[in-house]
Nanobody, 115 residues
Framework: QVQLVESGGGFVQPGGSLRLSCAASGISFKMYSMAWYRQAPGKQRELVATVAHDSSTNYADSVKGRFTISRDNAERTVYLQMNSLKPEDAAVYYC?????????WGQGTQVTVSS
């Protein structure tokens, strides 16, 4: 059974930081490209960052320079370090795993950014 379990969300003031984690099980983790998406109320789900099997990364323009995605294949975990958070970063953040035609999603973790 494939599971992607996110954690680390919460409430933070603007300018603060959070670190999200996504622990994977039931997949050959090192073969998968991993990503973080987010969805704010009333908006479409959007791609935040990706880390490929070779650890190459890509970021949405809105988070470049503030967010860092990384992976630990030994721990089967992908991380999203979020710094200098803005109110517009508030959303449910979802972990995503892709390999070939196989796509899996986590249940999401809520990030709230407010003063």
């Amino acid at each position: 059974q494939v599971q992607l379990v996110e954690s680390g969300g919460g409430f933070v003031q603007p300018g603060g930081s959070l670190r999200l984690s996504c622990a994977a099980s039931g997949i050959s983790f090192k073969m998968y490209s991993m990503a973080w998406y987010r969805q704010a109320p009333g908006k479409q789900r959007e791609l935040v960052a990706t880390v490929a099997h070779d650890s190459s990364t890509n970021y949405a323009d809105s988070v470049k320079g503030r967010f860092t995605i990384s992976r630990d294949n030994a721990e089967r975990t992908v991380y999203l370090q979020m710094n200098s958070l803005k109110p517009e970063d508030a959303a449910v953040y979802y972990c995503n795993a892709i390999w070939s035609s196989l796509i899996y999603w986590g249940q999401g973790t809520q990030v709230t950014v407010s003063s």
